[in-house]
């Protein structure tokens, strides 16, 4: 689910920063990254993001980073 979500909204990294509970998505085109700090109230695509990020995610200071080659 992952893998299609990033490849069908054309994202090349997800990033989830634990500290402050925000996800970021970085978009392979000009399009400007995209900022979600309420997961909590976002819909079940963006809560599975940070799940999956969660148990698969780079580690990397307070952040989970997956890359598109990851």
Do not use: C, H, W
Not at 47 to 60: F, T, V
């Amino acid at each position: 689910m992952v893998r299609k979500y990033s490849k069908d909204n054309n994202i090349r990294k997800l990033e989830y920063d634990e500290e402050t509970g925000k996800l970021v998505i970085f978009y392979k085109s000009n399009k400007p990254n995209k900022e979600i700090s309420d997961l909590d109230n976002a819909d079940s695509e963006l809560q599975e993001l940070k799940r999956y990020l969660q148990s698969k995610g780079k580690k990397s200071n307070n952040k989970l980073i997956l890359e598109e080659n990851d």
